[in-house]
């Protein structure tokens, strides 16, 4: 048994505020240093201004609260200590602590229908703080996989029943898209109360009034009514639009009902959404918006889409009915987001971020906090891939490597100073590298040898530090 002693404590008589000292290192190297933390490729050791928080675990897994980077470094050295995680940094104790003291650790959840902010504050100092870029491109990929299955079946090939009405939906079920994003929220919060002994988690539910964020004045009966009151959906729009076409002019006409925005860009059926155009036009278009077409003034007629508002709205009831029996005896409050606004700006003035929003829903009103140096980038993967057979007619059977050169999707690099993860790969050892925050496009076609490996993909996310600007 050795004395445990949390970053929190106070120094040894004559020491100073440990932190890191940055110093670049190759992937073999990083290996070799059992202490170091790694941050965009280099090797962080306790003698710089950065302080970064190590995280702490028990024999038995039971987090305890984090210490500073140079007392773990003195555990592991003495064997008494073993790496758990390297991004975030955590350790597990070899022996019974003397003390499990544990501070109240309080969790925000700032939901989202894109990005979602996670942070834990306790003893008014930021413990952890994150933000996890969900997946999108769900609702994109069963498109095509419903257009694959329909033209497999009108041709020659192994015959697969229709399965869509013998299934049974559950009370809890959420649309494939919703449920990836739900899953991943919850994901996130499990994950700090893996590392970390939380007493309470705080959720903020934000309350949309999707027809008021169209018509800033509707009351009463409109709410009702809506704007297709008395009319169906084509004489609406003929009415609108002056039974003529909304881009060339004609009247006279066959007129085809048509998307401003196109479906495939992201556009709904909402009325508002929908416009006359005759078949030139509609042709003409094609995949383009209006404002692409060269008919802006139709563009500024679509009302944006309400879709990022009611994802958010199912997603933080489902959060909030799943949380409390993956976390025992932890209790689950809400807030609101007025309430994170004014403790973001008028008492913590911090500026606009997810994992910001997080540290001010995770505070109490009125209390200030010391908000961390570094936030931990989470970027929602895909868990691999699931296509069994190829070719014009589906009669290969798909037998691709895992691996290419050694390299894997996924995988977090470092190309040309910039951080990023592979997001396509060749056999010919060619690959395409994504920004790791932003999603943009790096690079493409660069030979695995320009590559550094930083980390590989783990339980659907690629984890990735970043130092608070």
Wanted: glycine fraction near 8%; charged fraction near 25%; hydrophobic fraction near 35%.
């Amino acid at each position: 048994m050795f004395k445990f002693v949390p970053w929190s404590a106070a120094s040894a008589p004559g020491s100073t505020t440990p932190g890191l000292n940055v110093r670049e290192v190759s992937d073999s190297v990083q290996e070799k240093v059992p202490g170091a933390i790694i941050v965009e490729g280099k090797a962080c050791t306790p003698k710089g201004a950065l302080h970064v928080n190590v995280y702490v675990l028990a024999p038995d897994k039971k987090p305890l609260m984090p210490t500073t980077p140079r007392r773990a470094r003195v555990w592991l050295k003495q064997k008494q200590a073993r790496i758990v995680n390297r991004t975030p940094f955590t350790i597990q104790l070899r022996s019974e602590p003397s003390s499990r003291y544990a501070q109240h650790v309080r969790v925000g959840v700032d939901t989202g229908s894109k990005t979602v902010g996670v942070a834990a504050v306790a003893h008014s100092k930021v413990l952890y703080q994150a933000e996890i870029s969900l997946r999108t491109e769900i609702r994109q990929s069963m498109d095509h996989r419903r257009q694959y299955r329909r033209e497999r079946r009108n041709r020659h090939t192994r015959y697969r029943p229709v399965r869509f009405n013998n299934r049974k939906r559950s009370s809890d079920w959420l649309a494939p898209s919703l449920r990836s994003k739900a899953d991943s929220t919850v994901r996130a919060v499990v994950q700090v109360a893996a590392i970390l002994p939380v007493k309470q988690v705080r959720v903020e539910v934000a309350s949309f009034d999707t027809q008021q964020m169209q018509a800033p004045e509707i009351s009463g009966i409109e709410y009702q009514q809506g704007e297709l009151a008395g009319y169906h959906v084509r004489e609406y729009l003929l009415a609108k639009w002056g039974r003529k076409c909304a881009y060339c002019g004609r009247a006279g006409l066959p007129l085809e009902v048509e998307h401003i925005v196109p479906r495939i860009r992201g556009g709904t059926h909402r009325v508002s959404n929908l416009t006359l155009a005759c078949k030139t036009c509609n042709q003409s278009k094609g995949k383009r918006t209006a404002e692409e077409f060269g008919y802006p003034e139709v563009q500024a007629r679509a009302l944006k889409p309400l879709r990022d508002a009611v994802h958010v709205s199912i997603i933080k009831t489902w959060v909030i009915g799943t949380l409390p029996s993956l976390l025992d005896q932890v209790p689950i409050s809400t807030t609101y987001g007025y309430e994170t606004k004014y403790k973001r700006l008028k008492r913590l003035e911090l500026p606009k971020t997810h994992y910001f929003d997080a540290v001010a829903i995770a505070c109490e009103l009125g209390e200030t906090v010391v908000p961390g140096k570094v936030w931990y980038q989470y970027r929602c993967v895909a868990r691999g891939r699931y296509q069994l057979y190829n070719g014009s007619r589906s009669e290969h059977k798909v037998s691709g490597p895992k691996k290419v050169c050694g390299w894997k999707l996924f995988e977090l690099v470092k190309v040309n100073g910039h951080v990023g993860y592979i997001s396509g790969r060749r056999v010919s050892g060619r690959f395409s590298v994504k920004d790791a925050v932003t999603g943009k496009l790096l690079v493409d076609g660069i030979g695995h040898k320009k590559l550094v490996r930083l980390a590989r993909a783990a339980h659907g996310s690629i984890v990735h530090m970043n130092v608070v600007q």
